[in-house]
């Protein structure tokens, strides 16, 4: 088991979890005290029917969108709004 900082975990929070994805076990400390331990779900006996608060968010299809057309190009917008300083 690897003993990380909390700010460590801060720091490198990607790799980390992809280490326990891995398999990997980790004590995490706050002043050079223990206060966690990160370790797979599976490896402890749990199962994935733990509840959850709230399920991730779903990513948004941006591409399929439509495109918004405006009847004023950009560059008017923005003279227009740098006109009033």
């Given at each position: 088991m690897r003993t990380i900082s909390q700010?460590?975990?801060?720091?490198?929070?990607?790799?980390?979890?992809r280490g326990v994805?891995?398999?990997?076990?980790?004590?995490?400390?706050?002043?050079?005290?223990?206060v966690a331990r990160?370790?797979?779900l599976v490896a402890d006996g749990l199962d994935e029917s733990l509840p959850?608060?709230?399920p991730a968010a779903t990513?948004?299809?941006?591409?399929?969108?439509?495109r918004v057309g405006a009847d004023v190009s950009s560059e008017e917008?923005?003279?227009?709004?740098?006109?009033d300083r």
């Open positions: 700010r460590e975990l801060r720091n490198d929070n990607a790799a980390v979890i994805e891995a398999g990997e076990r980790y004590v995490v400390t706050k002043n050079g005290k223990p990160l370790v797979p959850l608060d709230r990513r948004l299809d941006y591409q399929g969108l439509s917008l923005l003279a227009d709004l740098r006109g």
